[in-house]
């Protein structure tokens, strides 16, 4: 079997987070009377964690300490509204059980704080997934490889056998940081002009696209 276990992005890749995202992050900043953003504003926003998010919706000029602040206050409310309208996307847990059936290994990496994280992954996909890396005060974010590597480690798979799967930029440089085949998909976040211009060789735009590749390749393998 070529592929062991396929690593997926979490939000924009298997589950649409953005408007409980847009929605946390301008309820934040208009509590603290900065402008909120649109919708389209955050889908660039977002990507490479909760501090990179806060720090490109506030004004450049903000000093850290607010910044810090604006940082917690997200943090505790998006902890308690991450679910409100977050749902997979259609195929997804279709997916899932389709590459548990034929033995596939199923793993999350993502920035999102890992225990949000796998409180949101064991609700969508409770029983389907294996590992979850998130961020975490002792490792680096994505595009750093640790995440992709503690996976590895933990679940036993070599480099060799891995697909990593994500919608963003920075999970096409994950892939080729840790030396594992990629995959982008286009119906996340950024979409498959942005991913071609930022190293994606492979974009599928449905679910039943990646699905067919994953299991050609394990079986032609």
């Known amino acids: 079997m070529k592929y062991d276990v396929v690593i997926f992005d979490l939000d924009g890749t298997i589950l649409n987070t953005l408007d409980d995202l847009a929605d946390s992050l301008n309820h ?3 509590a603290n009377n900065f402008p909120s953003h649109t919708i389209d504003e955050v889908r660039m926003f977002v990507g490479n964690g909760i501090r990179k998010l806060i720090e ?23 902890g308690q509204h991450s679910q409100d309208k977050t749902r ?34 064991d609700k969508y996909f409770k029983g389907m997934i294996d ?4 961020g975490r005060t002792d490792t680096p974010i994505k595009p750093a490889p640790d995440g992709v590597n503690k996976i590895l480690k933990t679940l036993n798979v070599p480099k060799e056998e891995a ?22 998909v286009a119906w996340g976040f950024r979409g498959e ?28 393998f």
Do not use: M, W
């Open 163 to 184: 697909l990593f799967v994500g919608d963003s930029d920075v999970d096409i440089q994950t892939g080729a940081n840790c030396g594992i085949d990629e995959i982008g």
């Open 28 to 30: 934040v900043l208009e």
């Open 131 to 134: 590992a979850v890396a998130g």
């Open 193 to 220: 002009e942005f991913l071609r211009q930022h190293g994606a060789k492979t974009v599928f735009t449905d679910v039943e696209q990646l699905k067919k590749y994953i299991l050609l390749t394990s079986v032609l």
């Open 88 to 121: 997979p996307y259609d195929g997804i847990p279709e997916l899932f059980r389709e590459l548990h059936n034929v033995g596939i290994k199923i793993a999350v990496n993502t920035n999102k704080d890992e225990d949000i994280a796998k409180v949101i992954c």
């Open 56 to 78: 490109r919706a506030l004004p450049q000029d903000i000093d850290e300490a607010t910044r810090e602040n604006i940082y917690k206050q997200f943090s505790e409310y998006y």
